[in-house]
């Protein structure tokens, strides 16, 4: 599986930005760009297994393709929604617990990095990962 392998991040483009529309305050926000987060991701069929490792937390998330689940991202904002498969590459929409509002995600590999994109309320966003 292309996507399956531990994920470092090298850089971001537009982060702080897009965590500043997501409502994350300046002091989360300054560390949230320097968190040293790692994704380990194994995958088995429509089954997904994804390790988080930050400065900041570990946390595990199981979810199937195109079932619903809950997740909470490191700031405590809490998120349910659906991981899909678009051709090679994972599309997730998730929508806040708090305001209802839509948060787009995508997975892809492109060059042999992983390019994870994000888009809320017109601010788009990047975090660029290399394979260890």
Do not use: C
């Not at 994804?50 to 809490?78: C, H, K």
């Not at 992983?114 to 290399?130: C, D, H, P």
């Amino acid at each position: 599986m292309a996507f399956d392998g531990t994920w470092k991040v090298d850089h971001n483009d537009n982060y702080e930005k897009f965590m500043e529309t997501m409502g994350v305050n300046a002091v989360k926000r300054k560390l949230a760009a320097h968190d040293n987060l790692k994704i380990t991701i194994k995958q088995n069929g429509n089954q997904f297994n994804i390790t988080e490792s930050s400065t900041f937390r570990s946390i595990v998330i199981n979810f199937t393709l195109g079932v619903q689940f809950e997740y909470s991202l490191a700031d405590g904002t809490e998120l349910e929604g659906t991981w899909n498969l678009e051709k090679d590459k994972m599309v997730g929409v998730f929508t806040r617990k708090d305001n209802g509002k839509v948060l787009n995600t995508t997975r892809e590999i492109v060059g042999g990095e992983l390019i994870q994109s994000y888009s809320y309320e017109g601010t788009n966003a990047k975090r660029v990962f290399k394979k260890e």
